[in-house]
Structure formats: C-alpha cells, structure tokens
C-alpha cells in the first residue's frame, strides 16, 4: 500500500519549537535544502499556523512558483461574528 501523502510540518522553520527545539531549521540555508528535498521527492503539502513565527513568511519567500499545497490553522478568532449567506 505504501504511504499516499506526507505533510511537512513548519513550526520550525519559523520558530523555536519542539522537544529538541534549535535553531537548525530557521536558517533559511536549511529551509531552502529541505523545500529542494521535498520537491524532489514529490511531497507537496506543507504545515503552517500564525502562530509559528516567521514560518509563513519564509514560505513565501522560498515558494515563489507556488509548487506547495499551504494547510494553515488560525488562531482564536475571538469575537467575529458569521452571517448566513
């Protein structure tokens, strides 16, 4: 069966995240490798929150031909309110 979708997660990439949180990822040296990597080898979705830093920015800046499907979180949304369509 083998795997059909493999999701790159960011929160790295534009912070200093996880259990062994360093600054490894946030070069955007690295970044560049990883996304080269990733395009390689036909992973094309990426994880992303506003909350992750700079992530979404440097995304951005290293996606310029958009080859990269964005699964993006929000954050609280407070007080908004929905009107029917």
Do not use: P
Not at 29 to 40: G, L, M, P
Not at 51 to 60: D, E, F, S, T
């Amino acid at each position: 069966m083998g795997i059909k979708k493999i999701v790159i997660g960011t929160a790295q990439m534009g912070s200093d995240y996880g259990i062994k949180s360093s600054k490894l990822f946030t070069s955007n040296k690295k970044i560049k490798e990883i996304f080269d990597y990733a395009r390689k080898k036909n992973i094309i979705f990426l994880d992303t929150a506003m909350n992750y830093g700079h992530a979404q920015k440097k995304i951005g800046k290293f996606d310029k031909k958009r080859k990269f499907k964005i699964i993006t979180k929000l954050s609280k949304l407070g007080n908004l309110s929905f009107q029917e369509l």
